[in-house]
């Protein structure tokens, strides 16, 4: 419990000669919330598909909780929980085939995916949903319901790409309150956004842009006197 949630040291990564990432460095913190805060294009997907092994990192280290990705693969992954920007719930079965489904290929058994189904629906709010096919649910309960299947595994660290995307502002408010609960249970949240009032003065962020991350440390900090808009425009157009 002494390592960082997430450490992301060195990394870099290009598609042919598209340089998608440069030398990347990011710590989350056990229990913290942390943004990682850039444009469409910056880079945000690709460092998320490094750290879940959807692409293997040839460069730099990646450790999830203590485990070095590239070396004990199964060990690191096992740590993680992901919520990507695109819906990941079969929406023709219900919220608990969906969850069944999930610890199944966790290993989990069914008598323990049992208790846990209920214990992550309660923690979504989302009891009452689990017979109800996914495609009946508003999108912030579809949102809440993958938040679910991500927490089966009791994982250290949440990943989350964009994932209020698509939702109306009171599901993207609940969301965002949700996941920020999960962090006074011991949970490590990575938050990819590009909207800068999911943001809160005490969050730490790293600002990543064309790649490359240009800034990073307590939002109030960033922030300064100008807020934290008018900071994000000064790096980023600085680097334009």
Same mark, same amino acid.
């Given at each position: ?9 060195? @990394?870099?990564?290009?598609? /042919? ?7 990347? =460095?990011?710590?989350?913190? +056990?229990? +913290? ?15 998320? $598909? ?13 450790? @999830? *909780? ?7 693969? /199964? ?14 719930? %079969? ?12 610890? *199944?290929?966790? /290993?989990? !058994?069914?008598?323990?995916? +049992? *208790? ?27 949102? +809440?319901? =993958?938040?679910?299947?991500?927490? &089966? ?13 698509? &939702?109306?502002?009171? $599901? ?24 800068? !009032?999911?943001?809160?003065?005490? %969050? ?9 991350? &240009? ?15 008018? *900071?994000?425009?000064?790096?980023? =157009?600085? =680097?334009?």
């Amino acid at each position: 419990m002494d390592n960082p949630a997430l450490e992301v040291l060195g @990394v870099s990564h290009a598609f /042919g000669r598209v340089v998608a990432l440069r030398d990347v =460095e990011l710590v989350v913190p +056990r229990g +913290r919330f942390v943004a990682l805060l850039g444009i469409n294009g910056a880079g945000k997907t690709t460092l998320f $598909s490094l750290v879940t092994r959807l692409y293997d990192n040839t460069s730099g280290v990646i450790r @999830v *909780a203590g485990h070095d990705l590239r070396r004990a693969p /199964g060990k690191a992954l096992a740590r993680l929980g992901v919520v990507f920007q695109t819906r990941a719930l %079969d929406s023709d079965l219900t919220v608990a085939q969906n969850l069944s489904y999930h610890a *199944a290929l966790h /290993g989990i !058994d069914r008598a323990t995916a +049992r *208790a846990r189904m209920a214990e992550v629906l309660a923690q979504v709010d989302l009891a009452d949903k689990a017979g109800m096919k996914v495609a009946a649910l508003s999108g912030g309960q579809q949102r +809440r319901a =993958e938040i679910a299947r991500a927490l &089966l595994n009791r994982p250290d660290l949440l990943l989350l790409d964009e994932a209020t995307t698509g &939702l109306d502002v009171r $599901s993207r408010r609940e969301v965002l309150a949700l996941v920020r609960g999960l962090t006074m249970g011991g949970v490590s949240v990575l938050w990819a956004t590009h909207i800068l !009032d999911e943001i809160a003065p005490e %969050d730490l962020v790293y600002v990543l842009h064309q790649g490359a991350v &240009l800034a990073h440390g307590e939002a109030r900090d960033l922030a300064g006197a100008e807020g934290l808009t008018r *900071a994000f425009l000064t790096l980023t =157009e600085a =680097e334009a």
